[in-house]
């Protein structure tokens, strides 16, 4: 599949995500793994990438959550 056409499609997929409700990254990739059956599977570096861009271009507005425990996660 062409390059382009895959970082299209996950652009799509996980501002689909995104509109259900707000999630970090280990969330989304969670999603994205359970809603396509295993089908779609991306690593860390890749999504974030993507969300960079995302961000960079207005799509998403990423902010901090403080947690109970551990360190605050960045939400988008």
Known sequence: ???ELRRGTLEM???R?????????YELITALDERS???I??????????LYRL??????EPYWRT?????PRKYY
């Open 1 to 3: 599949m062409d390059r």
């Open 55 to 60: 961000e960079a271009s207005g799509w998403v």
């Open 41 to 50: 599977v991306v690593k860390d570096g890749t999504l974030y990438a993507v």
């Open 37 to 39: 059956g295993g089908a």
């Open 67 to 71: 947690q109970e425990r551990g360190v």
């Open 13 to 15: 997929v996980l501002l």
């Open 17 to 25: 995500l995104l509109e259900e409700d707000d999630r970090y990254g």
